[in-house]
């Protein structure tokens, strides 16, 4: 039996993040080796009622909630990502203008140059039938 099977029936909590052994969340200590619960199997030759002891490693909670819906930290740093992302809004506003400007001038030539070659041609069609 896989052993994350087990553990869930068994009412024990491990942590996993990949599900494929690949990355090193669910690692535990077992007889001195390490394992990856998630991919590890509860091995045949044990004897029915003896113990097989896993030490899951201690799951870290790193966020520190305040339990308050905001902060006064919070309000600043969102104060300073908007301005930033104004500054840089303005910033390339800038350049795309320019793209922009030079996109139309570009558009223009080629309907200029449509033009010459309609005109070219009706000039043409209008040689051969007289």
């Not at 044990?46 to 308050?68: D, F």
């Not at 350049?95 to 558009?107: I, L, P, W």
Request: aromatic fraction near 10%; charge should be positive.
């Amino acid at each position: 039996h896989p052993i994350k099977d087990v553990a869930s029936k068994a009412g024990q909590f491990i942590k996993y993040g990949c599900g494929k052994g690949e990355c090193g969340t669910c690692e535990a200590l077992c007889n001195g080796k390490w394992i990856k619960p998630c991919m590890a199997v509860v091995p045949s030759d044990l004897i029915e009622g003896q113990q097989y002891v896993i030490q899951v490693k201690e799951v870290k909670n790193k966020a520190k909630s305040s339990g308050k819906f905001y902060s006064v930290r919070s309000f600043f740093m969102g104060f300073y990502n908007n301005v930033l992302g104004m500054f840089a809004f303005v910033k390339t506003r800038r350049s795309a203008k320019k793209n922009y400007e030079e996109r139309m001038e570009f558009e223009a030539m080629i309907l200029e140059k449509a033009r010459k070659r309609r005109e070219a041609r009706e000039r043409e069609m209008s040689r051969n039938k007289d």
